[in-house]
Antibody, heavy 121, light 107 residues
Framework: EVQLVESGGGLVQPGGSLRLSCAAS????????MHWVRHAPGKGLVWISR????????NYADSVKGRFTMSRDNAKDTLYLQMNSLRAEDTAVYYC??????????????WGQGTLVTVSS | DIQMTQSPSSLSASVGDRVTITCRAS??????LNWYQQKPGKGPILLIY???SLQSGVPSRFSGSGSGTDFILTISSLQPEDFATYYC?????????FGQGTKVEIK
């Protein structure tokens, strides 16, 4: 059974840092691109970042570029999101998601349960 | 960035009703359109991918159609477990943008 379990969320002051983790199981983690998506209170889903299967390539939303860094450890089947210079508007539930790619489709077929990040003084 | 616009933002319906949700892209995205369902406190679940392909394990009352810029999610007969928020997402280009969501509530 595919499972994605996020952790590392919590309360942090503006300007602070947090590192989120996403532990994967039930599939060959090193074969899949992975993404982070966040859901702010009362708002919709927002794509944050993605990483390719071997970790050599990443892309970020403009809202987090230069502040957030996505990485992975395929030996540990774990995905990371290092978040620096946090702002109040980064307050959200953060989800990791597995990407499934084919010639005609690209979609997120499994998601974690999310971890809450609250940025407040 | 490609903008995704869903309508309506919310709707009230009864069990057994046919429900349709529309999603419009700001430019052509071919069939790179996915639909997700999200319930409070839970991660999203993939319902439809590539505009019209039903994800394994998803009930057949869910269907998707469209291509280019206009897409539709249909629930043929609304069930109690379908009351949730639904999001479309384009996967044509990065950033992978989502619609603002459609909340389906009990009438």
């Amino acid at each position: 059974e595919v499972q994605l379990v996020e952790s590392g969320g919590g309360l942090v002051q503006p300007g602070g840092s947090l590192r989120l983790s996403c532990a994967a199981s039930g599939f060959t983690f090193s074969s899949y691109w992975m993404h982070w998506v966040r859901h702010a209170p009362g708002k919709g889903l927002v794509w944050i970042s993605r990483i390719n299967s071997d970790g050599s390539s990443t892309n970020y939303a403009d809202s987090v570029k230069g502040r957030f860094t996505m990485s992975r450890d395929n030996a540990k089947d774990t995905l990371y999101l290092q978040m620096n210079s946090l702002r109040a508007e980064d307050t959200a539930v953060y989800y990791c998601a597995r990407a499934e790619y084919s010639s005609s489709s690209r979609h997120f077929d499994y998601w974690g349960q999310g971890t809450l990040v609250t940025v407040s003084s | 960035d490609i903008q995704m616009t869903q309508s309506p933002s919310s709707l009230s319906a009864s069990v057994g009703d046919r429900v349709t949700i529309t999603c419009r892209a700001s430019q052509s995205i071919s069939s790179y359109l996915n639909w997700y369902q999200q319930k409070p406190g839970k991660g999203p679940i993939l319902l439809i991918y590539a505009a019209s392909s039903l994800q394994s394990g998803v009930p057949s009352r869910f269907s998707g159609s469209g291509s280019g810029t206009d897409f539709i999610l249909t629930i043929s007969s609304l069930q109690p477990e379908d009351f949730a928020t639904y999001y479309c997402q384009q996967s044509y280009s990065t950033p992978r943008t989502f619609g603002q969501g459609t909340k389906v509530e009990i009438k």
